[in-house]
């Protein structure tokens, strides 16, 4: 395997979370990734789990994983050194921290990487390092340091699996240059050139913006003299991000928050006092906002689930256009069975982009983004490469073209729009070349789009919803 060349083929996955087999019993999840359409695997490791004690393995997580595995299945591993015992700053989750002993890391590393040896495809060190004190507690130099450790370890271990650099997330990617979140991974990327072979990147916000974040990572390699293919390694929304009013107002209620003067041992910590107030003024809230909260009226979720759906798509298909080979979306369900607690500022961020959820202790409730995923698998089975069109004068316009040698055409269309209230606006006809015997269009919400023929041309309507053009059904 050619380490700078793009993995091959088009492979779409799922991440299970963030706390397999931490908080309960490794559940069954491989299964429902593949019952999706999903083709690669990314699951979380920690040090802690894996090592509870120096030189003690408990390899319960780990053989979970690999059980569920088939050989047609690609599995990504992401290791963080979170650790009560090996690292300067102990935590059994995250962040994660810098070993003691680099020596020590190593180590398990080794360990670990030769219980999976060829069985894993890709090896990630941490995630979203520049992301300190959340996900990262230490320096940049310092993550490089484990990195090349990380990188000798699996290499030595398994030749064949891959490194990839931990996620460069929008905290990077939306922050301006000289930033402290894009000098880190600048240094990331000029000091650890030689210690990963694929990049990630994590493709949050508009998705529009996708090609734009994608060229901006190979940019800050290009500067230091050199390219690694690059692969999504989470993506989905919508997320708060893309909307600046309820940005605006969240902001606002969790400045004043922190701000707020504590009353006693009982005080809320800052993160759960923003989302008290709130839930205390959802009424007043933008319908932008309101939407990503816990039982909002059903138009919003609907329309929540309905901008899901959209982006599901077309993250993917940008992406695919801008390169990339892997993309994974984040993420497959919640931690754990049964657990609900509205004021988790991390379930209200993200909490609704799970693709299933539990009835009892199985992942057996599909998400409407659920069904998106799996009809875009469907259409994208043994697809080989995505390329944009021209749309003529219509710079709104997005029109791709999927490469699926032994399948047929598949054209990918939708028009620019507001993310919120673009689906408000009626769709308009367009006229597209279409030299093939039969047309079908379908919408990623699996509903069906008149088709009118004219010889070689076709026309049908088209809105912020993705349309699949085929010449026959998917």
Known sequence: MDPTTAPAGIRLGIVRGISYGMFGKPDPFVPQIRALGGSLVRVYVYWGQVEPEPGRYDWTVVDAVLDQLDPADEAWVTVCSSSPWATRNPSAFLPSSPARDTAQYARFVSHLVTRCRGRIDYWQCNNEPSNTGLLWDGTAP????????????????????RIVLGGCGYDVLSSPPGSEERAFFDHVVEHGRDAFDLFSVHLYGDP?????????????????????PVVAGEYNGPTLFEFPEAQAVFQQEMMAAFMAPATGAQAEPPD????????????????SLRMFLEDCPPELAARRDRINCRQVVTRNVLALAAGLTRTVCWNLAPEIPGYRDRLNMMGFLFGKLALLDYDGPELAVRH????????????LDSADGVRRLGAGERPDLYVFDVSRPGRGPLEVVWTAGDVFTGEDEPPTWIERPWPHAEAYAVDAFGVAVPVERDGSLVRFPVSVTPVFLSAGPT
């Open 368 to 379: 409407p983004s659920a069904d998106a995923f799996a009809r875009l698998a469907g259409h």
């Open 272 to 287: 759960r006092s923003t989302m008290w107030a709130l839930y205390a003024r959802e009424a007043e809230l933008p319908d």
């Open 208 to 228: 529009h913006d996708i090609p734009e974040h994608v060229e901006s990572v190979r940019a800050m390699m290009r500067r230091h003299g050199y390219e690694r």
């Open 142 to 161: 310092e993550y490089v340091e484990q990195l090349a450790a990380f990188t000798r370890a699996v290499r030595d271990a398994d030749p064949g699996a």
